[in-house]
């Protein structure tokens, strides 16, 4: 099948989980997690062959922007309906599986680097700890952006509608730093990978991505630190996390945007 029937094909599977889970959210439908589920599998399925062809063309050093957005969107997609099974988090999805759809969609359309000699296992170790870490901390993301229409909404003593849907506060909480943590585990390997096995992490087309992850490292470092020890939370942990996210989101595709794009070096 054609690279952008596929894409197609997931992006309104895709849209279609999306679509049920915010209307629960609003109030408009009754929960149906396991369509949710079916549905967000079904647009997995067409996702998963396009990131296989891409990583299969076995860019000699880093995944080029199209196969990590790809990869990045698929495994976010992925951890999503596995958290889900022991996490209230599949709200979550109302806003990662568009995203996830359109993500596809746009890098059909990408130039794609040239075949090369392949990834060597330490290379590849640290694109796919690279890619986990942002998958989980745009979970994180968007779920912050949960806590805080909640955290607002119960300010202003406004508790029917999506308030009613979600989970507790408290719970919302917990789930976001226990996301954070899981993907600052993730970050942290990859940097050391990046330092272990690149040879040069702060060469000239490997300097943004370098100094932007390790910001974000520090971002959330200082939140994960500042909740445990002075007990950061509400609005200042939404910020500080999609602070953090929008660092990380530069760091891993802002680079290869402005060199395969804007500059066309593949």
Request: net charge positive.
């Amino acid at each position: 099948m054609q690279p952008l029937s596929l894409a197609v094909m997931a992006f309104i599977f895709y849209l279609g989980a999306a679509s049920w889970q915010g209307l629960t959210l609003a109030r408009r439908v009754p929960p149906r997690a396991m369509l949710v589920r079916v549905l967000s599998l079904l647009g997995l399925l067409c996702h998963l062959p396009l990131a296989a062809t891409l990583l299969a063309r076995g860019d000699s050093l880093l995944p080029g922007l199209s196969t990590s957005a790809v990869l990045a969107s698929g495994l976010a997609v992925l951890v999503l309906l596995v958290v889900s099974l022991v996490k209230p988090v599949l709200n979550v999805a109302t806003g990662l599986l568009p995203l996830a759809g359109l993500t596809l969609l746009l890098a059909v359309g990408l130039p794609s680097p040239e075949r090369g000699t392949g990834m060597t296992p330490g290379i590849a170790l640290h694109a796919l700890s690279s890619a986990l870490a942002f998958a989980l901390l745009a979970i994180a993301a968007i779920q912050a952006v949960l806590l805080g229409v909640q955290n607002q909404a119960l300010r202003h003593h406004h508790i029917r509608g999506v308030v009613q849907s979600l989970p507790p506060l408290t719970t919302m909480e917990r789930i976001l730093f226990e996301l954070i943590w899981a993907g600052m585990i993730l970050l942290t390997l990859s940097i050391v990978s990046g330092f272990l096995f690149i040879d040069n992490m702060f060469a000239q087309h490997l300097a943004h991505k370098s100094i932007l992850s390790l910001a974000a490292w520090v971002i959330f470092a200082t939140l994960l630190f500042s909740h445990h020890r002075l007990g950061w939370r509400g609005m200042r942990a939404v910020r500080w996390t999609l602070g953090g996210c929008l660092v990380l989101l530069l760091a891993y595709f802002g680079s290869k945007f402005v060199l395969e794009i804007l500059l066309d070096r593949n």
